[in-house]
């Protein structure tokens, strides 16, 4: 298939996808442009092998996200965006995996491909111990001492269970692109380790560094600002004012690429 062709068939599928999330109210308008462009250029760079890593972690991510939405809702507030991803929010999640991706298109580096996988497996991990451990019985701990106990929700707060979730989120992206990737074996396990060593690092800054707020009116730690569900405006305790949460994401999945990229040097 010529290059220009296969670009073309990927923009028409990642556009179509885009749609397909904007309908389900997965994804805002700006969302889906911005997940137009990431699929364009992994579908693209990437062929069936990335596409179907990419795919993997949305239609598990969209899924989960839907999933006991009641529930979640008493800690939704805690968010400072529902589970509707806009533009940055696609960028946070898919931007280092898009880049990678394109690498590994241009050069063929192994390194590049397990970078890729990394980066998704580290925002499943994360999405899958957002979604399923809030739903957990046990109160989350900080991830900087593990004996302060946090409410659900919180930036920061880990618990075994979610812990797990994160883990199981990072093998399956692991799975699947030790099936469709360049490598023999092996590799599941490194982008597991990898997309949980990112995802814990998505924890701790969300713990030391990321903005946090608090409102007066309902004595509750947020991630909103300026103003709260409520109506109060909210007034910043910690962390930097520009280190929101896709900030966050974006650093983690760097980090998880890091870490996937080196590691799989030892194989
Ligand atoms: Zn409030």
Known sequence: ???????????????????????????????????????????????????????????????????????????????????????????ANGGVAAITISLWGLTGDPAHWAAFAAAYATANADTWATELGTLAKQQPRLITNLRQKVPPGTSGGITLWGTTASFLGALLIGLVAQINGPFNFGLVLII????LLGALSDSRLGATLQATYVCETCQLETEQHPVHNCGTPTTHVRGMPWMNNDWVNFLATLTGAVFGGILVSFI
Do not use: C, H, N, P
């Open 1 to 91: 298939m010529s290059t220009s062709l296969q670009f073309l068939i990927a923009f028409v599928l990642a556009a179509l996808i885009g749609a397909l999330a904007y309908w389900r109210k997965s994804l805002s308008l700006s969302g889906a442009v911005g997940a137009t462009i990431l699929g364009t250029l992994t579908f693209g760079f990437g062929g069936l092998a990335g596409s179907a890593v990419l795919l993997t972690f949305f239609i598990s991510s969209s899924a989960l996200s839907k999933y006991k939405t009641q529930r979640k809702e008493a800690v939704a507030e805690k968010f400072s965006k529902g589970s509707t991803r806009d533009f940055w929010q696609t960028m």
């Open 192 to 195: 597991a380790i990898a997309g």
